[in-house]
């Protein structure tokens, strides 16, 4: 059965940095699309980024406008890990942040929408203090 958890929330001040870690198990082949996503208290779910594997060294990335040279996102596919690497952080990136995975060769786009994923962690908490 496969599972993703998400490490690495934390508190921080802001302009501070945190880094996202993913870690997906129980599959026996890396995911073709990883992302992030956040939900603030009282607002939707939103993308933050992703990550898509269309050959074995290519790769595409995608981000939300609003942390588009902030945030940077990577994977491990040998261990099926994702990371979100965030600086500059903002008191308005405040949210859980989770992770998601799915290994459907349909799963793309720029961004890869939030229907194409099946698999989601519990989330990670980032809170982010002015």
């Known amino acids: 059965q496969v599972q993703l958890v998400e490490s690495g929330g934390g508190s921080v001040q802001a302009g501070g940095s945190l880094r996202l870690s993913c870690a997906a198990s129980?599959?026996?082949?890396?995911?073709?699309?990883m992302g992030w996503f956040r939900q603030a208290p009282g607002k939707e779910r939103e993308g933050v980024a992703a990550?898509?594997?269309?050959?074995?060294?290519?790769?595409?990335?995608s981000y939300a406008d609003s942390v588009k040279a902030r945030f940077t996102i990577s994977r491990d596919n040998a261990k099926g890990t994702a990371f979100l690497q965030m600086n500059g952080l903002k008191p308005e990136d405040t949210a859980t942040y989770y992770c998601?995975?799915?290994?459907?060769?349909?799963?793309?786009?720029?961004?890869?929408?939030?229907?194409?994923?099946?698999?989601w962690g519990q989330g990670t908490q980032v809170t982010v203090s002015s």
């Open positions: 998601a995975a799915e290994w459907s060769e349909l799963c793309g786009g720029a961004p890869v929408p939030e229907g194409d994923y099946n698999y």
């Open positions: 129980g599959y026996t082949r890396a995911p073709r699309c």
């Open positions: 990550i898509v594997t269309l050959s074995t060294r290519n790769l595409r990335t």
